[in-house]
């Protein structure tokens, strides 16, 4: 759901992407978050809405999806701590590569993305 300038909801026609409120649409310094186009990606089997451009990261906290990984001591869930790469919060596992820090990584149409658990489980095949 957008808004208006006038702080009214839009009706979800005309947004590109279905926005939960989680989503900055209206910034006081940089202003209107720009039209983008929308991609598809899976997340734990889930299928939701990004805009093209952003960080999966971004994507995760606009759908309401707040845990990234566990931790592999103990087991806590964890989610994007410092969002500028610097931290290992924000690892998932993305199209079967492990590791992948989500806050600096674009979102891409048709990508899966699934929470680490632990050190994570290598799928792939041969490194
Ligand atoms: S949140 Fe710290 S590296 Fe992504």
């Given amino acids: 759901m957008g808004w ?3 702080g009214e909801k839009m009706a979800e026609s005309e947004t590109t992407v279905s926005s939960p409120e989680t989503r900055v649409i209206h910034h006081p ?14 997340v ?8 093209a451009g952003e960080m999966i990261a971004a994507a995760l906290l606009a759908n309401d999806i707040h845990v990234f990984r566990t931790s592999p001591h103990s087991g806590e869930p964890r989610g994007p701590f410092c969002a500028v790469g610097r931290c290992p919060d924000c690892m998932m ?22 929470t680490q658990h632990g ?5 792939g095949g041969e490194a």
């Fill in 93 to 114: 596992s993305v199209d079967g590569v492990l590791n992948v820090q989500t806050c600096q990584t674009p979102v891409r149409d048709g990508m899966s993305v699934e």
């Fill in 29 to 42: 310094v940089l202003g209107d978050l720009p039209d983008a186009p929308v991609v598809h990606l899976t």
């Fill in 44 to 51: 734990d089997g889930r299928e939701i809405a990004a805009r």
């Fill in 119 to 123: 050190l994570g489980t290598w799928k």
């Fill in 4 to 6: 208006t300038e006038e």
